[in-house]
């Protein structure tokens, strides 16, 4: 079956950095994707990854091993308003997006 | 430029009841999708389309219909709720040219079917 395992939860200090893991197993593979979705909003678009290695994006970046079917987004600098679930998703073989339940980030100061 | 805006923001059914929520988008994009997200769930696909005039059936098709008469809408229905389909629905829409991805999401609806 086709699945996306993410830390349910993270905590972390404003101004510190963070890495939030993803795995995943799919039918095919043509991508991972990272959205931000605050409470009570819309997922917004992160980052893409189809290539192995590092993707940098200012304050963010995403990596991605393709052979361990793992992903990770490390955010630096952190911002109270980085406060926000994290969700993850693979492109499959049919480019049907397979999405991780989230990863609440909790920014304390 | 709007985006994806989605109709109505809020609602409370009756079991047994009919409606309809509305998705439009004025990014010109070809594909457009309806998903629903559950606390403790990844978003899951219900359907979507891929041009005016088509649509084909996602993970949890079930209890619900689509339809794509203008490229820019994208109509979902609930012919008789059900408590089990309280949630809350996104929309989403693709550029051209990129397959199925890179979406972008309207801001919602909340459902309460009681």
């Known amino acids: 079956g086709q699945n996306i395992d993410q830390p349910t939860e993270m905590t972390a200090t404003e101004g510190a950095i963070v890495q939030i893991n993803c795995t995943y197993q799919t039918s095919g593979f043509n991508g991972l994707f990272w959205y931000q979705q605050h409470a009570g909003e819309a997922p917004t678009f992160l980052s893409y990854n189809v290539l192995d290695g590092l993707e940098e994006k200012g304050r963010f970046s995403s990596f991605l091993s393709r052979s361990k079917g793992y992903s990770y987004l490390l955010l630096k600098e952190l911002q109270m308003k980085d406060s926000a679930s994290y969700l993850c998703?693979?492109?499959?073989?049919?480019?049907?997006?397979?999405w991780g339940a989230g990863t609440k980030l909790i920014i304390k100061p | 430029n709007a985006g994806v805006t989605q109709t109505p923001k809020f609602r409370v059914l009756k079991t047994g009841q009919s409606m309809t929520l509305l998705c439009a988008q004025d990014m010109n994009h070809e594909y457009m999708y309806w998903y629903r997200q559950d606390p403790g769930m990844g978003l899951r696909l219900i359907h979507y389309?891929?041009?005016?005039?088509?649509?084909a059936k996602g993970e949890v098709p079930d209890g619900y219909n689509v339809s794509r008469l203008k490229k820019q809408n994208f109509l979902l229905g609930l012919e008789s709720a059900a408590p089990s389909q309280t949630s809350v629905y996104f929309c989403?829409?693709?550029?051209?040219?990129?397959?199925?991805?890179?979406?972008?999401f309207g801001p919602g609806t909340r459902l309460l079917v009681l």
């Open positions: 998703a693979a492109s499959d073989s049919n480019y049907q997006l397979i």
């Open positions: 389309s891929v041009g005016e005039g088509t649509t």
């Open positions: 989403a829409s693709s550029p051209p040219g990129q397959g199925m991805e890179t979406q972008y």
